[in-house]
């Protein structure tokens, strides 16, 4: 089992549409949670950072942290064709430095 | 614009050549981090740098050699790289090595190996 896993999809939704990407880990060591965006050919953008469990909410975007579950989720409200892009989850144990575990990625189009 | 400044944003070079790639960020973070992104791969962590001493190294081949002159400037040097070496190479930092707050990465220089 890896130790993170991701839907690479493609996930294709209409303008306006709610999107939830999700994630599941294995290790229950992972404390610091973090969703990057990463355009085309760009380096990953830092959109939510969470530690430990429970929601954060940040404009459109809303990070969500079960830990008893093992998953996180984050959703995007009122999606805009400039959201198509590839969504990584990450997270890192305490005392990691820098060894951040990366899903796959999902891939988002937001069709106008 | 990124706070994680990165250059050159492509760079392609020969088997033979030696190249250096560089990072600055002005954030005043203690960690600094090189990874490597192959396509529709997620970023691969290499080396880890916390305050300006190399903690981490990724089993990576020396052909690859990183630098930290000082805690702003994070430098990767390249030598008698590999086709396969081809891929984005990003730098990230955070303020401590543990991760707190996240990590802020450039947006990678695009190497080709030729």
């Known amino acids: 089992q890896k130790e993170v896993e991701q839907d690479p999809g493609p996930l294709s939704v209409p303008e306006g549409a709610i999107v939830s990407l999700n994630c599941t880990y294995s290790n229950s060591a992972f404390q610091y949670f973090m969703w990057y965006r990463q355009y085309s050919r760009k380096g990953p953008e830092l959109l939510m950072y969470t530690y430990s469990s429970g929601n954060k909410e940040d404009g459109r975007f809303t990070a969500q942290v079960d830990k008893s579950s093992k998953y996180i989720s984050l959703f995007i409200r009122d999606s805009q064709p400039s959201d198509s892009a590839t969504y990584l989850c990450a997270m890192s144990r305490v005392g990691s430095q820098g060894n951040l575990i990366f899903g796959k990625g999902t891939k988002l189009s937001v069709k106008p | 614009d990124t706070e994680v400044t990165q250059t050159p944003k492509h760079l392609v070079m020969g088997m033979t050549n030696k190249k250096s790639l560089k990072c600055e960020q002005h954030?005043?973070?203690?960690?600094m981090y090189w990874y490597k992104q192959k396509a529709k791969k997620p970023p691969e962590l290499m080396f880890v740098y916390s305050y300006e001493k190399l903690s981490i190294n990724e089993s990576v081949p020396s052909r690859f050699s990183p630098e930290c002159p000082n805690s702003s400037l994070l430098n990767l040097h390249l030598h008698a790289l590999q086709p396969e070496d081809s891929a984005l190479y990003l730098c990230a930092s955070s303020g401590e090595a543990n991760g707190d707050y996240g990590y802020t990465f450039g947006s990678g220089t695009r190497l080709t190996v030729v």
């Open positions: 954030m005043g973070h203690r960690a």
